[in-house]
């Protein structure tokens, strides 16, 4: 039998040991990991924020791959491309978006606490209209057709209309003119065709037969115009009472008189500008874009005479209240208030070339007078405001004064 000696077996002894586990560090290893035990999680203190002084703040613990942390912070997924249609396709919409339904148009009802008053309602006219009699006026060195105007009390259109004198309306000295007799108001700065035909209780429609007055029907300070007659007798507060408006007078008679020396005022495409009512306002010269529906639904009223005999110059358009109400072409907002209770509030838009289109019964109007508009941008929100019988849109196209149907112009709804 060996012996082995006693140093020699000390020194083999510890290779036959399993080693033991090194303390842990951090968090434990994965259930993968070769001789893993189980330990108790440490637990983590909250300490007030005040008691955070610089005793607790202590180097970061660098722990090796497989004891490190697992990371909470979640990959974001690429996502699909969104599709983007073309500017043809898509509605206006300004730079940093429109402002929230709750917060509606930047009205000046909002900013001042009373309701914007229109131009005929901020500017009214006193009838004073004078009557001049029927006469024959020689022309005198020196005269033009204004100064024939100012001495006759005649308006100078009325004059060269009587006599056949066309533009640059050319007398010469000695010649014999016819002057018309009635009476004439003249135009002051700031007043407008609906106010004057207001102020005298005759149909402004009337008044635009009688002056011969084209598109885009503006009035200039100065200008007489011719009145024409009327039985009524009643006085001013009574003609006021029992006037009424409709949309051929807003499209035609709603712009303030411009002077002679004043430009109108150009189109905007923000809607926190807010045009005074007596500002006047330049037209569109040119259509620029093609037409479309304001909005999508159900036709309940079409063009023509009605069932009982009416006639309705546009279509009504069934839809959700709070529909989106977009602008048929690219524009000028020439309207945009309450001053037909019938249609409730009504925006008009000037396109040019004479056309223009009209909504009706909306429940939040969201653009101002003066406001240039993109075919497609919304522009209000539908409703039923005006006393209609169910939320809906009243729109209408109209060429000069001529309503147009809307299905024979646009694409089926």
């Not at 509606?104 to 914007?116: I, L, M, N, V, Y």
């Not at 959700?320 to 249609?343: E, S």
């Amino acid at each position: 039998m060996m012996v082995f000696p006693v140093a020699m077996i000390a020194l083999a002894l510890p290779g036959c040991i399993p080693p033991q586990d090194p303390p842990a560090v951090g968090y434990p290893r994965s259930a993968s990991s070769p001789h893993q035990t189980q330990r108790q999680q440490p637990v983590e203190q909250d300490f007030p924020r005040e008691q955070q002084d610089e005793s607790y703040r202590q180097a970061p613990v660098r722990h090796p791959p497989s004891a490190r942390r697992p990371s909470t912070r979640t990959t974001r997924q690429p996502q699909p491309r969104r599709y983007v249609p073309r500017d043809d396709q898509r509605p206006y919409e300004p730079q940093g978006g429109y402002r929230s339904e709750q917060q509606g148009r930047p009205s000046a009802e909002d900013r001042s606490g009373t309701p914007a008053l229109a131009a005929w309602q901020a500017r009214p006219v006193a009838p004073s209209a004078e009557q001049v009699d029927p006469s024959t006026y020689v022309v005198r060195p020196g005269d033009t057709l204004g100064v024939i105007g100012d001495r006759t009390g005649a308006g100078s259109e009325a004059i060269a209309r009587a006599n056949g004198l066309a533009a640059p309306f050319i007398v010469r000295t000695g010649q014999r003119l016819s002057i018309p007799g009635g009476r004439y108001h003249r135009v002051a700065a700031g007043q407008t065709g609906i106010a004057i035909s207001r102020a005298y209780g005759v149909d402004w429609s009337r008044i635009i037969a009688a002056n011969d007055l084209r598109e885009p029907y503006t009035l200039r300070v100065g200008m007489r115009v011719l009145i024409p007659g009327t039985s009524s007798r009643s006085t001013a507060a009574e003609r006021a009472a029992a006037f009424t408006l409709d949309i051929d007078d807003l499209v035609t008679g709603s712009e303030p008189a411009l002077a002679a020396n004043q430009r109108p005022a150009r189109p905007s495409t923000s809607s926190a500008r807010i045009l005074a009512p007596t500002q006047a306002l330049a037209p569109p010269a040119r259509l620029t874009s093609g037409f479309d529906w304001p909005v999508h639904g159900r036709i309940v009223t079409r063009f023509g005479p009605g069932a009982s005999g009416e006639r309705y110059n546009g279509v009504k358009i069934a839809v959700p209240r709070g529909t989106p109400v977009l602008a048929a072409a690219d524009g000028v907002v020439a309207y945009a208030g309450g001053g037909i209770p019938q249609l409730g509030d009504v925006i008009i838009i000037r396109h040019g070339d004479g056309w223009a289109t009209v909504y009706g019964h909306a429940s939040k109007l969201l653009v101002q007078r003066g406001q240039a508009v993109r075919r497609g941008q919304t522009i209000a929100m539908s409703g039923d405001s005006g006393g209609a019988p169910r939320p809906e849109v009243h729109f209408e196209m109209r060429k000069g004064r001529t309503p147009i149907d809307p299905q024979r112009q646009l694409p089926a709804i």
